[in-house]
């Protein structure tokens, strides 16, 4: 089996030869849907609206795979819009993307118990339309989340948080 391993802009033969060049004849990466991959997708549409970072993936019993592999693949998925991507003060978070539509609204996120919600809003609506006419900025919604406390976290209700 002849292996080529790829260093940014030069490729290894297994002869010791090198090739640089840019990407001309290399092959596309292949999406491949692994055991790991499979595992990690179980896991998240099993709990979906949850937060999870690599390390709870990792050590998981229902998880069966090494610290790189997990990292990898939650890479993946989320570049593959299966998995949607926090950054937090404490590393990023995943979280099951169940639709399309999830790219199409903000997000709220709650700092006490990591609470997802997808925000349909009018208001918000108008807010991104208006930062764009009025300054020229485009709002990329599906990685825009405002974050706070939720209404069970502030010990309220939606209707009481309203009034």
Known sequence: MIST????NRRAFPSGGMSYGGDEGMKEEKNYNT??????????????????GARELIDSPEIDAGDATV???LA???GEGRLKKYSTDKGAIYQYNESAECLSHFHLKCLVCGKVIHLECDFMNEA??????MH???VDIMRTVIYGKCPQCC????NSARS
Do not use: D, N
Not at 5 to 8: C, L, N, P, Y
Not at 128 to 133: K, L, N, V
């Open 5 to 8: 391993i790829i260093f940014a």
């Open 35 to 52: 055991r790991q991959k499979k595992q990690i997708l179980k896991f998240f549409a099993a709990r979906p609206g949850e937060c999870f």
């Open 71 to 73: 990292f990898r693949c």
């Open 76 to 78: 993946k998925l989320a």
């Open 128 to 133: 991104e339309r208006h930062i764009s006419q």
């Open 136 to 138: 020229g900025f485009q």
């Open 155 to 158: 010990g309220k209700t939606l």
